[in-house]
């Protein structure tokens, strides 16, 4: 009997390991009603850039705080000035973080470094 | 007394002992119990890494997102549209999507749900509508919201002006006419002016092939290239018919080229194509006719044509 005790537990130990490799690693869960502020941080970046396109082209930016508020951010300006950093710093799509200047500009977030990026009016030119 | 044994009787052999399990030497495990410990182990392992402590999800694809924050991506895909006009790339953001329907339907689908509710009491989510209705009016799809939502259009206004028209003093008469004071009297007419552009013809089509294929029957294959013969996506192009007309883009596909797009006709329906406001028409009608492939197959003829830009 007592040979048979060991072999279960001997087994069951095995068991559980196996159980745990296969429902961590192999066959983890995969949820699919996730908020969007879960969205892994490529995705996370990519909205940000769609948003500071679309603000680009109408100019609304409170339309734009109110779309980047499905992220979850406390700081939304400072999360955006974060990303266009992290553009210019990771030397990303030009046009992305002409985007995300102009957005961070218009959220009050404009720094140094995003200067060279940064698109003016001149004088006679449609904004 | 002893008895003495008949000396023709064999010495007795002792009997082989029988077979039996308790006589085998003993295993230093049970197999029976690991496997079933095996079972249970397993069934507890996975019920704790699925329902107990499943791993903590961080690294959320959008096809993984709930409906509500998926129609905001969908938002988000179409103003960035807007601004950039970037098919390819509102292409493969809707395929991270993983739609199991026609992703630009999809986005007339959202707009339909979302010009249902209240996201169009802001003037920022009526913004958001409009910019999805252009992205998939655009593709010749359609939605509820379409007659939900005015689109805003810049097509050119009409304008319209009154202007007075001076009438001509009458000529002299012999009777001589009373003096009149009012001798040009104002009538207004109606004068309109519409703005035109000259008709534009960056493009022109440099050639129309046939081919027969029985697995791309009835297929207009309409390729736009540049000077060098390089695909230009997102070029526009148009199909007209009897009953009406479609029109599409090049680089929705990406794994044929930047320049292809296609079109399926019906058969015996005669097609023309264009590039709408870049091209003239085709000539000759291409009509989807039956034909007979290489392997004797029947199929619908198909065609391949070509724009490249004039000069």
Not at chain 1, 106 to 118: Q, T
Not at chain 2, 61 to 68: D, G, H
Not at chain 2, 204 to 227: H, K, M, P, R, W
Not at chain 2, 271 to 298: H, K, N, R
């Amino acid at each position: 009997m007592r040979r048979f005790f060991v072999s279960l537990f001997a087994g069951f130990i095995v068991g559980v390991g196996l159980g745990l490799y296969l429902g961590w690693i192999q066959f983890p869960v995969q949820f699919v009603n996730s908020p969007a502020a879960d969205l892994a941080e490529n995705f996370r970046d990519d909205y940000t850039v769609m948003i500071a396109a679309g603000y680009q082209a109408d100019g609304d930016v409170i339309g734009a705080i109110e779309r980047l508020r499905i992220l979850n951010e406390e700081d939304i300006p400072e999360y955006v000035q974060d990303v266009t950093v992290r553009y210019i710093t990771n030397s990303r799509d030009v046009d992305d973080i002409r985007n995300l200047v102009a957005l961070s500009e218009a959220l009050g977030k404009l720094l140094p470094i995003m200067e060279p990026y940064r698109q003016v009016t001149l004088p006679g030119q449609q904004p | 007394m002893t008895i003495a044994r008949p000396p023709t009787l064999p010495e007795e052999i002792p009997a082989a002992p029988r077979p039996s399990k308790y006589m085998r030497p003993r295993r230093y495990f049970s197999w029976p119990a690991v496997v079933i410990g095996l079972i249970m182990g397993l069934a507890g392992g996975l019920f704790y890494a699925w329902n107990v402590n499943p791993i903590s999800e961080v690294d959320t694809a959008p096809w993984q997102l709930r409906q509500e924050d998926k129609n905001h991506y969908v938002v988000a895909i179409a103003l960035s549209f807007a601004h950039d006009g970037d098919l390819n790339r509102v292409q493969e953001r809707l395929l991270q999507l993983r739609l199991n329907t026609d992703p630009i339907q999809y986005v007339a689908d959202v707009a339909c749900d979302l010009a249902s509710g209240g996201y169009v009491d802001s003037s920022s989510g009526l913004s958001a509508i409009r910019s999805m209705m252009v992205f998939y009016q655009l593709q010749g799809r359609s939605g509820c919201a379409d007659t939900l939502i005015e689109l805003d259009t810049d097509e050119p206004e009409t304008q319209v002006l009154v202007l007075p028209t001076p009438t001509l003093a009458p000529p002299a008469s012999k009777t001589p006419t009373p003096i009149r004071n009012d001798r040009a009297t104002a009538t207004p007419s109606t004068l309109v002016i519409v703005p035109t552009s000259p008709p534009q013809r960056d493009f022109v089509l440099v050639s129309v092939n046939t081919f027969c294929d029985s697995e791309l029957t009835g297929i207009i294959e309409a390729y736009v290239q540049d000077f060098n013969g390089d695909g230009i996506p997102g070029q526009p192009v148009r199909v007209r018919w009897d009953e009406g007309d479609d029109t599409f883009f090049t680089g929705l596909k990406p794994e044929r080229g930047p320049a292809y797009a296609d079109f399926e006709m019906e058969e015996g329906k005669g097609y023309t194509v264009e590039m709408p406001g870049l091209s003239d028409p085709t000539t000759q009608p291409l009509v989807a006719v039956p034909c007979t492939t290489d392997d004797g197959e029947q199929a619908l003829t198909s065609y391949r044509v070509v724009f490249r830009p004039v000069n």
